[in-house]
Nanobody, 125 residues
């Protein structure tokens, strides 16, 4: 599976962005997926995760109520709708897929096997 993110950019605080992550193969529908972010000098942190059919979703506390993760398995696409953006949301955002056979979500970076190249999100105050 290959993952390609898009939708990053620069917006002012309070604005919105929608990230997309397209998977190259149809077996995307079987995988738990996640969105992570990383700023220079810090570890990559999980933002949100979703199981194979969207029935189980998790968010880190700092984005609850502002971000929404979703997936369209018919389009092999994972989304992250980001509203009420803050300067502290500035980071490179990555989508990731768990390994074959792992349909549940995970909070742990080590349990994701496939990563996209990342898309920059910059929020100005």
């Amino acid at each position: 599976v290959r993952l390609v993110e898009s939708g990053g950019g620069s917006v002012e605080a309070g604005g919105s962005l929608r990230l997309s992550c397209v998977a190259s193969e149809g077996i995307f529908t079987s995988y738990g997926m996640g969105w992570f972010r990383q700023v220079p000098g810090k570890e990559r942190e999980i933002v949100s995760a979703i199981d194979w059919n969207g029935g189980d979703i998790w968010y880190t506390d700092s984005v609850k109520g502002r971000f929404t993760i979703s997936r369209d398995n018919a389009k092999n696409t994972l989304y992250l709708q980001m509203n009420s953006l803050k300067p502290e949301d500035t980071a490179v955002y990555y989508c990731a897929a768990r390994g074959e056979g792992w349909s549940s979500l995970s909070h742990w970076r080590q349990e994701y096997d496939v990563w996209g190249q990342g898309t920059q999100v910059t929020i100005s105050s």
